[in-house]
């Protein structure tokens, strides 16, 4: 038995006014196919590519081991030059990834390659940051902590993305005082037995391809796989609501602190207590 998911929206190219009647207010995912064919990056942007501009740059690496209390808050697992990252990219299926990592800022050539759209979001004018990862590694479901409305857009291969609203998260074990589900939750062969709620999850799924752009509106729950190496790009824009922007601004200056310091103080305790509460919350529901 699979999740309940359906394909989210595709079109190949959309106006301002559509898009934001069609998908910002009605906060509705949708992937744009066509938006990057005029940007350098739609062109340029390949591994290869990052290799020759960005290869001698030490960057953070990230896998899939679950939280532990001795780790800080997104603290990174490994680093190494990006160049040997691209060649072990390139090599063979790894679950080491990069994000939270400034590479625009490092390399500012980058920042020539693409094109802040004009689409009905005010977007952040903040520089990007990219993802990368390689064949087979897995972003865990989680939303993110500011709540943005995320233009996410993919280059170098295909990138699997499977969304849940903010409505489904009373089925999908939430994590308290966490962005995150349970992180023993495999969402590709979800066990039914140990998670029954699942069942009632219904979510939404797509592959971006080269250059495509999922837009995810704020508070989305999002699970990504890379099917092959590759690399995203995000662009952000501040909740619309404000009961969201409250939210937001609760989890960056009170929950991640509250979080991170019952970790010193109670070990791996506060991670155990964590995701057993995750399965009596959602079991009460």
Same mark, same amino acid.
């Given at each position: ?127 990007? *940051?990219?993802? $990368?990862?390689?064949?087979?590694? #897995? ?5 993110? @902590? =500011? /709540?943005? &409305? ?104 009170? *929950?991640?602190? $509250?979080?991170?310091?019952?970790? #010193? ?5 506060? @991670? =155990? /207590?964590? &995701? ?10």
């Amino acid at each position: 038995m699979k999740l309940n998911l359906t394909e989210i929206e595709r079109v190949e190219t959309i106006s301002k006014e559509d898009f934001y009647t069609q998908y910002i207010k009605k906060q509705k995912p949708v992937v744009i196919q066509k938006l990057t064919q005029d940007w350098p990056a739609y062109e340029k942007w390949n591994l290869n590519y990052i290799k020759t501009i960005a290869g001698d740059k030490i960057v953070p690496l990230y896998d899939d081991r679950p939280v532990s209390h001795k780790d800080g808050f997104n603290a990174a697992h490994a680093s190494m030059k990006m160049a040997d990252y691209i060649d072990l990219l390139q090599s063979k299926p790894t679950n080491y990834r990069i994000f939270l990592y400034e590479l625009m800022k490092e390399v500012p050539i980058l920042q020539n390659d693409f094109k802040w759209p004009n689409i009905g979001l005010r977007l952040v004018k903040q520089l990007p *940051m990219l993802f $990368f990862g390689g064949e087979n590694s #897995k972003v865990f479901m989680h939303y993110d @902590i =500011d /709540y943005s &409305n995320i233009l996410h857009f993919h280059f170098h291969g295909k990138k699997q993305c499977m969304l849940f609203a903010p409505d489904q998260t009373p089925y999908l074990y939430k994590v308290p005082h966490a962005l995150i589900t349970r992180e023993d939750i495999d969402f590709d062969n979800p066990d039914f037995e140990k998670f029954p709620a699942l069942k009632k999850a219904q979510g939404l799924i797509t592959t971006l391809n080269h250059g495509e752009m999922l837009y995810m509106p704020e508070g989305y729950w999002h699970y990504m796989k890379y099917q092959t190496p590759g690399f995203s790009m995000s662009l952000r824009a501040f909740p619309r609501r404000i009961s969201n922007l409250s939210k937001a601004v609760y989890n960056v200056f009170i *929950m991640r602190y $509250f979080d991170t310091a019952m970790r #010193k103080i109670k070990g791996q305790a506060w @991670i =155990d /207590y964590k &995701n057993k509460k995750a399965l009596k919350d959602t079991e009460k529901i």
